[in-house]
Nanobody
Framework: QVQLVESGGGLVQPGGSLRLSCAASTNNFKFYNMYWYRQTPASQQRELVAGITSDVRTNYADFVKGRFTIARDNAKNTVTLQMNSLEPEDTGVYYC????????WGQGTQVTVSP
């Protein structure tokens, strides 16, 4: 059983930055693809924000390209999401996901972008 714990959310003004972190309780972290999703007030379901594979290939949703950066530290079993130029539309709960034989999700961290 893998546990994921997100941190780093909070309240920020438009144009500001936040850095989310997700710690995984597995020694095989380096073998897994990792993703950040979010659920916003406007979306009915969780939407993919960014992903990073075990061989460090990244992909991003169009709405965050150029603003967000996903990275991983296999020595610390963590994946991070650096979010810059935040907009009110980025408000929501952000979740990390680990893909193994099954998907594992964290509990989520709230991001609020407001003046």
């Amino acid at each position: 059983q893998v546990q994921l714990v997100e941190s780093g959310g909070g309240l920020v003004q438009p144009g500001g930055s936040l850095r989310l972190s997700c710690a995984a309780s597995t020694n095989n972290f380096k073998f897994y693809n990792m993703y950040w999703y979010r659920q916003t007030p406007a979306s009915q379901q969780r939407e993919l924000v960014a992903g990073i594979t075990s061989d460090v290939r990244t992909n991003y949703a169009d709405f965050v390209k150029g603003r967000f950066t996903i990275a991983r530290d296999n020595a610390k079993n963590t994946v991070t999401l650096q979010m810059n130029s935040l907009e009110p539309e980025d408000t929501g709960v952000y979740y990390c996901k680990l893909v193994a034989r099954r998907d594992y999700w964290g509990q989520g961290t709230q991001v609020t972008v407001s003046p």
